[in-house]
């Protein structure tokens, strides 16, 4: 039996976007033992994943105390494959303890060191439409040979947590029978945040059409982002239909708010973590990217269910032709937000049309 072990040591949407690797690994190698190396407060989002054996987690003692942390490298047992998806010394100690015969990781500097297969992904990845940064660290398997390649984002939700929530849900007041949008209008990264009015609108149009229930989600009650809740409630303020703003659902933590996206009828937000949380668990999504970053990276590219806009689709511009455009204005389109909101209403009330996502209700 194989054993091998994948390390991420990111944020917590870095950890799903790469645990494909693992269900692939698994789906060629059923018998091998799959670990998968995380920080403690980003493993929710593949806890109950069945393609992984064990799921690792360094604490914030071990994060901050080098000898807990020497202590977790002792602990480690021998691997055969190790993949290190990221390269700060902590994940090339973590390599060099594995003890594993092939090591592989990113061919780039500062990353070959302690790698026995330093991987070039540019002329590996294969473009394959489920977003490019998963094709992208899926390439990083190149070493083991042909692969049948596991590219769909999944999070197993347990029939216990969606009861829990639904019971959060209607003790805030929302009717499950109405349908529901979560909006994710907050993020860590201000440049990354869509103007505040503009979500209200959105808001105010969607109910005033649909008849919505908005769920204006935060982080958990944490010292560095309480902000996050007086953000909401500011969204709120700007809304002219108040009774559709429900900012009281406060999830103690990442599984409470994946169980909260997949009971919902569809998320809208910025580009953020929670936006792969709904595709992850096949909520129709709606993502607006306000910088450099192109929703390529990160969306899929042609499924009608998880959708997205950027600037590139405001300026009508070919690959090719944003690529120039960046290299002349670089300093623009990373600190623009300047996504119209007529533009992004189209694209919404397209996606909620064809798919019929409010059907049912």
């Known amino acids: 039996m194989k054993k091998i072990l994948v390390i991420q040591l990111k944020q917590i949407g870095d950890v799903l976007l790469s645990s494909p690797i693992c269900n692939t690994l698994k789906k060629n190698y059923p018998d091998s033992q799959i670990d998968y190396i995380v920080y403690d407060y980003t493993a929710g989002v593949v806890e109950n994943n069945p393609n992984i054996d064990n799921i690792i987690k360094i604490s914030s003692k071990e994060r901050e105390n080098k000898l807990e942390f020497i202590k977790l490298l002792m602990k ?92 959060i849900m209607e003790s805030a007041g929302i009717n499950l029978e109405k349908p529901i949008i979560s909006f994710g209008v907050t993020s860590r990264r201000e440049f990354r945040i869509w103007p505040k009015d503009r979500f209200a609108k959105l808001i105010d149009f969607l109910y005033e059409k649909y008849g919505i229930q908005a769920i204006l989600f935060y982080a958990p009650n944490d010292k560095k982002y309480n902000s996050e809740e007086e953000h ?90 944003y690529l120039e455009y960046m290299k002349k204005d670089e300093e623009y389109i990373r600190n623009t937000n300047d996504i119209p909101y007529d533009f992004v209403e189209k694209f919404i009330e397209n996606m909620i049309e064809n798919l019929g996502i409010f059907k049912n209700k």
């Open 76 to 167: 480690l047992p021998k691997y055969d494959i190790c993949i290190n998806i990221q390269g700060k010394i902590e994940g090339l100690l973590i390599t060099l303890f594995s003890r594993a015969k092939m090591k592989i990781s990113w061919n780039k500097k500062g990353w070959r060191i302690l790698h026995t297969h330093p991987v070039d992904t540019d002329k590996q990845m294969k473009i394959t439409g489920a977003g490019n940064t998963i094709d992208g660290r899926l390439a990083l398997l190149s070493p083991l040979g042909n692969l049948d390649y596991d590219r769909d984002l999944k999070i197993w939700i347990k029939d216990e947590e969606r009861k829990n929530i639904k019971k």
């Open 232 to 321: 909401c409630n500011s969204v709120k303020e700007l809304v002219q239909n108040k009774e559709a703003v429900f900012t009281n659902i406060k999830t103690k933590s990442a599984r409470e708010l994946i169980a909260l996206l997949a009971e919902s009828d569809m998320y809208i937000g910025n580009d953020n973590g929670p936006r792969h949380f709904a595709q992850a668990v096949d909520t129709p999504s709606f993502a607006i990217f306000t910088t450099l970053n192109n929703k390529k990276s990160f969306c899929p590219h042609d499924n009608p269910r998880h959708k997205a806009v950027d600037v590139q689709d405001v300026l009508e511009m070919s690959d090719d032709q």
